[in-house]
T-cell receptor, first 110, second 114 residues
Framework: TQLLEQSPQFLSIQEGENLTVYCNSSSVFSSLQWYRQEPGEGPVLLVTVVTGGEVKKLKRLTFQFGDARKDSSLHITAAQPGDTGLYLC??????????FGTGTRLQVTL | KAGVTQTPRYLIKTRGQQVTLSCSPISGHRSVSWYQQTPGQGLQFLFEYFSETQRNKGNFPGRFSGRQFSNSRSEMNVSTLELGDSALYLCASNMIGSSYNEQFFGPGTRLTVL
């Protein structure tokens, strides 16, 4: 079974602060995605990374895929209340099965 | 293009009953996956259907079943409901042939079992 552990589980910060969320596994993934889920809604795809060492930027969000394709990070610069939500990483591994991470719940306050 | 739709959005059932949830994927998407989301267990994969056939299955008991119709719409059924089945059930569609298994989720059905 491929597991994806996210840390931290919970994060409460003030507007303007920076933060990093980690997604770690002992398994190799062919690709890894990040989703954000807001209360009462389904997860929304933010980005997909596929190459070891790849870095992608989406406005204030920076996503990195580890060199060995076993881990990933999401860095948010100058967080805003609109960034509040549950962040989920998800990796595609053997048999093209998608495994979701344990989730990081982010709260950004004014 | 319309997104993934799920009906109903909310359901309240009692133990022992059964329930059927419905999902309509994005037009052109032929793969539909179902997930269960709970605070304790997170997002867990139930099963995936493609061309009316179950392609992958997660580790859930046989009380959980699903099917897909020729128009790609899907239903999942839970029989003999237990309190622990209370969860958000999410459906996601995927365009087979896209490279990276990217999932497009619906808003979910919130099931409460009393």
């Amino acid at each position: 079974t491929q597991l994806l552990e996210q840390s931290p589980q919970f994060l409460s910060i003030q507007e303007g602060e920076n933060l990093t969320v980690y997604c770690n596994s002992s398994s190799v993934f062919s690709s890894l995605q990040w989703y954000r889920q807001e209360p009462g809604e389904g997860p929304v795809l933010l980005v997909t990374v596929v190459t070891g060492g790849e870095v992608k930027k989406l406005k204030r969000l920076t996503f990195q895929f580890g060199d060995a394709r076993k881990d990933s990070s999401l860095h948010i610069t100058a967080a805003q209340p609109g960034d509040t939500g549950l962040y989920l990483c998800a990796g595609t591994g053997t048999a093209s099965k998608l495994t979701f991470g344990t989730g990081t719940r982010l709260q950004v306050t004014l | 293009k319309a997104g993934v739709t799920q009906t109903p959005r909310y359901l309240i059932k009692t133990r022992g009953q059964q329930v059927t949830l419905s999902c309509s994927p994005i037009s052109g998407h032929r793969s539909v996956s179902w997930y269960q989301q709970t605070p304790g267990q997170g997002l867990q994969f139930l099963f995936e259907y493609f061309s009316e056939t179950q392609r992958n299955k997660g580790n859930f008991p046989g009380r959980f079943s699903g099917r897909q119709f020729s128009n790609s719409r899907s239903e999942m059924n839970v029989s003999t409901l237990e309190l622990g089945d209370s969860a958000l059930y999410l459906c996601a569609s995927n365009m087979i042939g896209s490279s990276y298994n990217e999932q497009f989720f619906g808003p979910g059905t919130r099931l409460t079992v009393l």
